[in-house]
């Protein structure tokens, strides 16, 4: 049931547009100390930027323990998956790295994802692609999407005015 991938084809590029959720999973280096992250992630970030990359626009939220596990091996994975009627879950593995808003690379991607990002992002995670696997997803349950939930953006502007955005995303801040 399983089919291996070495890059993204078109009927891949359009499954992972019609997704409203993706996931993303990273380990540090110390297994016995630290433990695997995996994040869901929604609002619409993500974008292809080709058939073996792409990036998506990472909000503060909880920690950041994608930027740091990626820091530490740059091992990324993303899943996507089906909640309608044509299952299916998509892993993209690869090495991702995260961007600095306000380094050139960073400057000439926000450009590229114009409609994707926000004045509250902290970086950009991309993701080299060195494998794609497809599974059946037959387990994955019906779900309907209803809509975006707007309490990271309300949080993100709250505390932008009153200042507590710059400590909590520190040295990645771009204002």
């Not at 502007?157 to 507590?164: E, F, H, M, R, V």
Request: hydrophobic share 35%; glycine share 8%; aromatic share 10%.
């Amino acid at each position: 049931m399983a089919k291996d991938y070495l890059e993204l084809n078109e009927e891949l590029i359009n499954f992972i547009k019609n997704q409203k959720i993706f996931f993303v999973a990273t380990a540090p280096d110390n297994l016995e100390k630290e433990y695997v992250n995996l994040s869901p992630k929604g609002l619409d970030t993500l974008v292809i930027l080709d058939n073996r990359t792409v990036v998506y626009a990472d909000y503060p939220g909880s920690g950041n323990e994608t930027a740091t596990h990626l820091q530490q091996n740059g091992k990324l994975t993303m899943m996507f998956m089906s909640f309608d009627k044509d299952p299916m879950v998509l892993r993209l593995y690869g090495s991702g790295e995260a961007i600095s808003l306000n380094g050139l690379n960073g400057k000439e991607l926000i450009e590229k994802m114009k409609e994707k990002v926000s004045p509250f992002i902290r970086q950009l995670i991309c993701l080299h692609i060195e494998r794609v696997r497809t599974s059946c997803g037959f387990g994955v349950p019906y779900y309907q999407y209803i809509s975006d939930r707007e309490s990271l953006i309300e949080w993100c502007k709250k505390a932008t005015l009153s200042g507590k955005i710059r400590e909590y995303m520190g040295f990645l801040w771009k204002g």
